[in-house]
């Protein structure tokens, strides 16, 4: 049972390209998160998703956008890099919580990206 | 609208000694109340959570109450170890799709 994965673990990318952040979970979660981290800042959330086919725009979308074509699979894509994206990617997943009620979040251990 | 307010870093503190950090939150209704911890290099994991007033969450050692009264829901530990050093967030349900809104996390650095 691994969790949560991401792909890839690091990455340096130069302003204006593309890239894809994979995220996986092998606990049958229905919900899935993209969060980035910057110092001082906490945890922000760029995007979710509460099933597969679904997503929503969470406090940080532009300039990210999101997939979940399978229950255990959320992609995130930066379709231009811009230095202001250099940060730290994690994603998270959680049962459904039922209504009213709140669910642990599980996170994988993070990407780190660097836009030159 | 809902939110915390998590108490400043960094905290240095050396073994066995008595750990408070606080947190407050602003929220409508009682909703649970989390601490999650992110060691380095790591993603967060839970640490501890309280369902309803008056709970306590307790896990290795932490403890966390939740007072209704004073909107508080502060991270207790009496004898923290150098393997405690981390960064420590409180964390609020939102209501909806099971976001949180968590804090600017605690850095805990403990010396030997």
């Known amino acids: 049972n691994a969790g949560v994965t991401q792909t890839p673990k690091f990455r340096v990318l130069k302003t204006g390209q593309s890239m894809t952040l994979l995220c996986a979970q092998d606990?049958?979660?229905?919900?899935m998160y993209w969060y980035r981290q910057d110092p001082g800042m906490g945890l922000r959330l760029i995007h979710y998703?509460?099933?597969?086919?679904?997503?929503a725009k969470g406090e940080v979308p532009d300039g990210y956008n999101v997939s979940r074509l399978k229950k255990q699979n959320f992609l995130l894509g930066l379709e231009s890099a811009a230095p202001s994206q250099t940060s730290v990617y994690f994603c998270?997943?959680?049962?459904?919580?039922?209504?009213?009620?709140?669910?642990?979040?599980?996170f994988g251990p993070g990407t780190r990206l660097l836009v030159l | 609208g809902d939110s915390v307010t998590q108490m400043e870093g960094p905290v240095t503190l050396s073994e066995e000694a008595f750990l408070t950090i606080n947190c407050t939150y602003t929220a409508t209704g009682y909703p649970s109340l989390f601490w999650y911890v992110q060691y380095p290099g790591e993603g967060l994991q839970l640490l501890l959570k309280a369902t309803k007033a008056d709970d306590k969450g307790s896990n290795k050692g932490f403890e966390a109450t939740y007072r209704k009264e004073t909107t508080s829901f502060h991270l207790e530990k009496g004898s923290v170890q150098v393997s405690d050093s981390a960064v420590y967030f409180c964390?609020?349900?939102?209501?909806?799709?099971?976001?949180?809104?968590f804090g600017t996390g605690t850095s805990l650095t403990v010396i030997p």
């Open positions: 606990m049958n979660h229905e919900y």
């Open positions: 998270a997943s959680s049962y459904w919580p039922g209504p009213g009620l709140s669910e642990t979040q599980y």
């Open positions: 964390a609020l349900p939102l209501n909806t799709g099971n976001q949180f809104y």
């Open positions: 998703s509460v099933g597969e086919g679904t997503t």
